[in-house]
C-alpha cells in the first residue's frame, strides 16, 4: 500500500494533467511486442459493478468469484474494504484472465484494464491538492503502446474503451465511498462493515438477505422495485447503494413501515419505563 502511496503523490504533484478534449499517442493491439506483458503482477481494485460483470461472464456466484479470485487486504488506514484481483502463483505473477491471445474476460474485464493507459484524480479523493478531476497517463516500462504515432482524444479512449457503464456505476459507489461520514474520519461497526462488504461485493449474498429474510416485512419497497431487483444484479447493487445509505449513514433513502416503526417506538417506551 506504500508503494500507491507514494505514486499518488507523484501523480498530484508532478504528472501533466490531460482533460476530456486532451490528445495522446498509443495503440494497444495483438502486434505489438509487449502483448499480455502487462497482464500479471498488477494491483487491480475491483469495483462492485466489475464483480458482478466478472462473476456473470464466468457464471458463477459471486461468494466463488471472491473467493477463487480476490484477496481482502487487511489496513487499518483503510475506513472501508477493497477488493483485489488475485493474480496467479506463477512466475510472471499472471492474471488469472489472460490467455495466448489477449485478456479471456475482455467484454467484461475490469473498469481498471480498461481505463490503461489513462488514470484518474478526483477532488473528493485528496481535496487538499486536487481542486477538479483530471486524467493522466501511466506509462509503464513495459508497455510499447506509447512508441505509436496514433492520437486519440482522452474521450475518443473512454469512448472506445465502452467506459460509460462502468462511470455510471462508478458514481453511485462513490456517494458511498466518499460521503460525508468517511470524509469526516467516522469508523463503522464490524456489523455495518461486514453489510459494506456484502453489498458492494458479494451481491448474491445481498440478494439472499433481501429475499430470504423479513427483509421486505419491515421496509416499504413497492412490488415494480422488488420484481426489477429480484433477477437484475445492476438493479440489485443500485438498490444496495440506496440500502448502504440508509443503514450505514442513516440517511432518508428507504422508508421503514409505519406498523414496524410503531412497534419499535412502543418497546422503546415500554423500555425507558422500566428504567
Ligand atoms: S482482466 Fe484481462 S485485461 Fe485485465 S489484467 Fe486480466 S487479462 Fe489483462
Ligand atoms: S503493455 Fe501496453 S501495449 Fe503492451 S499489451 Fe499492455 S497495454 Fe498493450
Redesign the pocket.
Known amino acids: 500500500m506504500r508503494e500507491i502511496e507514494n505514486l499518488k503523490e507523484a501523480i498530484l504533484k508532478e504528472y501533466p494533467r490531460l482533460d476530456i478534449d486532451s490528445e495522446f499517442e498509443f495503440k494497444c493491439h495483438p502486434g505489438v511486442a509487449c502483448f499480455n506483458d502487462c497482464?500479471g503482477d498488477?494491483n487491480?481494485f475491483l469495483t462492485p459493478y466489475d464483480i458482478i460483470r466478472l462473476k456473470n461472464r464466468l457464471g458463477i456466484t459471486s461468494e466463488d468469484f471472491l473467493k477463487k479470485h480476490t484477496l481482502t487486504p487487511f489496513d487499518k488506514n483503510l475506513p472501508y474494504p477493497i477488493v483485489l484481483l488475485q493474480m496467479q502463483e506463477n512466475e510472471k505473477k499472471s492474471?488469472p484472465?489472460?490467455g495466448e491471445t489477449g485478456?479471456q474476460?475482455y467484454e467484461d474485464?475490469?473498469w481498471a484494464?480498461r481505463m490503461y493507459p489513462l488514470g484518474l484524480a478526483s477532488p473528493a479523493e485528496d481535496n487538499k491538492q486536487v481542486d477538479k478531476e483530471f486524467y493522466f497517463l501511466l506509462k509503464e516500462s513495459v508497455c510499447k503502446g506509447f512508441d505509436s504515432d496514433r492520437k486519440i482524444t482522452v474521450s475518443g479512449w473512454l469512448k472506445d474503451q465502452g467506459i460509460e457503464d462502468y462511470n455510471e456505476m462508478g458514481e453511485y459507489f462513490k456517494d458511498i465511498t466518499l460521503s460525508k461520514f468517511f470524509q469526516d474520519e467516522k469508523n463503522l461497526t464490524p456489523k455495518k462493515l461486514e453489510m459494506f462488504f456484502t453489498v458492494c461485493y458479494n451481491i448474491d449474498m445481498f440478494h439472499k438477505f433481501l429475499f430470504e429474510s423479513s427483509f421486505f416485512d419491515k421496509f416499504e419497497i413497492d412490488d415494480a422495485t422488488k420484481a426489477k431487483i429480484k433477477d437484475d444484479d445492476v438493479e440489485l447493487l443500485k438498490f444496495g447503494y440506496q440500502w448502504l445509505r440508509f443503514a450505514l449513514f442513516g440517511e432518508n433513502t428507504i422508508t421503514v413501515k409505519g406498523d414496524v416503526l410503531q412497534a419499535k417506538k412502543t418497546e422503546l417506551d415500554q423500555q425507558k419505563k422500566q428504567s
Open positions: 497482464c498488477v487491480i492474471c484472465f489472460v485478456c474476460v474485464r475490469p484494464c
